[in-house]
C-alpha cells in the first residue's frame, strides 16, 4: 500500500469542528488504498513542511484546509516534481471549487487516489506567489478590521468580515497608484485594485468563480473613483452584469501589472491573507507553474 504524507491544517473549518477528522480521513485513504500519514499542523507551519517534503522527494502531497492553507503549500510546491492533492476543509474553497473538484471529503480521496493530473497558473506580487487573487484599497482594510474583531472580540471570520465591511464603507476613501501596463502607464485614484490569477466574473451567474485557470494571464479591475453610494451602486450593477463605462476598467489578457505611487508601502491581500508590502508591486502570471490533481 502507497504511503502519502497529508497535512491538515488545524485551524480549518472542518478540522476544527471534528476531533477525529484525523482518523477519519486516514481510514478514507485506506479504503482507496493509500497509507496516509495524517499531520495536524498550525496554519503558519504548513509551507514549511510541504518545502521538506518536496525536497525529500515525495511524489505526492496532499493538504486539506481553506484557500489560505492551499496558497501556502502551492507557493512551495510550485517548480518541484511534487504533485499537490487537495481536500478542500475551508469555507469557502474557491480555488478547489474552480478546478473542478469535489468537496466532499470521500469523493476528493477517490479523486486522489485516480491521480488525474493538470499543471494551472500562478499569480506573483513580487515574490509570493498566490492561486486567487490580490487587492488593494477597500478589501484589505476590510480583513485589518475583520483581525481586530477576531482577536479582540472573539467573533467568527464570517460575523467579523460582515462587520468590517459595514465599516470600511463608512470609512470609504481612495487611492492614488499608477499602473503600468505592457508599458502603458496610467495614473489612477480607485478604491479598489483587483488582481486576478485568470479571468474572473463578477456577475450574479457566477461571481467570483473563473472558467479556468490556465490561460495564462492575469485579470485586471480597477474600480473608478466614486463616492460611497456610488462605488455601491456600481457594484450592484457589475452583478447583474450592466457595468458601466465610467464604474470600472477590466484589463484582460495582462502578463505583468506594475503597481506604484507616493508611497513606501501599502497593505495587500493575497488570497484573503493581509501583508504589507513595499512599493513598487510587479505582478505576473506563471505559466502552469502548479501540477495539482484535478479532473
Known sequence: MARVPVLLN??????????KIGERIAETFARAGIEADVELLESGKCATRCRALAERGDGLVVVGGGDGTISAAASVLAGTKSLLGILPLGTL????????????IEEAVRLIARRPQRQVDLGQMNERLFINNSSIGLYPLMLVNRDLQRMRLGRSKRLAMIVASLRTLWRFGSRRLILTVDDQRARVDTPLLFVGNNDYRIDLGAPGRRESIERGSLSVFVMRKKTRSGFIAASMRALFNRTRADDMVKIEHVEQLVVSGSRRSLAVSLDGELLRAELPLVYRIRKRALRVVAP
Open 10 to 19: 488545524s485551524n480549518a473549518g472542518a478540522v476544527h469542528a471534528d476531533p
Open 93 to 104: 474553497n474557491h480555488f478547489a471549487r474552480d478546478l473542478g473538484l469535489p468537496l466532499k
